[in-house]
């Protein structure tokens, strides 16, 4: 199997920073390319803005292009993840994976101990994802998507 080297080099060149308002139309952007019913930019905007926000991006080293985002609430000394997103062309690289380990590392340094998200039922990459970090899942939100009524786990990692 070749690999494509172009796509190699953009996924290795793709740093975390922490997310600002001006990031909002990038952001806008991946959250419409990644989801059939995505958050409004009035809402994404909001996330950012908040002042309990713990948001980060993942953006190219060279061309600043964000490639994925993660939008999190930081309540006390808990950690909601609220959503997350990676370009399609970019996922199963190892960004969403960066975008996690950065905000569960930043809550943990900020004295979270905990940190919880909702995810669909059928969302088995997510589900892996988390999985593969720690989080077991402590319930179900039945009918919680509004889009077709699918159940939303509850999921919490202690830190």
Avoid at 40 to 48: A, F, P, Y
Avoid at 86 to 94: I, K, S
Avoid at 129 to 139: A, E, K, N, T
Wanted: glycine share 8%.
């Amino acid at each position: 199997m070749a690999v494509d080297e172009e796509l190699l080099e953009s996924i290795v060149s793709v740093d975390v920073r922490r997310a600002v308002p001006d990031d909002l139309g990038s952001i806008l952007e991946v959250e419409i390319g990644s989801y059939v019913h995505p958050w409004s930019g009035s809402l994404l905007g909001e996330s950012l803005r908040s002042p309990n926000s713990l948001n980060f991006v993942a953006a190219h080293r060279h061309d600043r292009v964000v490639r994925g985002f993660i939008l999190n609430t930081l309540v006390v000394d808990e950690l909601h993840v609220l959503n997350i997103a990676v370009l399609p062309a970019y996922r199963r690289c190892g960004i969403a994976k960066n975008l996690l380990a950065t905000s569960i590392g930043t809550a943990r340094q900020l004295g979270a101990g905990a940190v919880f998200l909702e995810v669909r039922r059928s969302n088995i990459t997510a589900l892996t994802l988390y999985i593969r970090h720690d989080f077991r899942v402590i319930g179900v939100r039945r009918g919680y998507y509004a889009d077709n009524g699918e159940d939303a786990l509850v999921m919490k990692k202690v830190l």
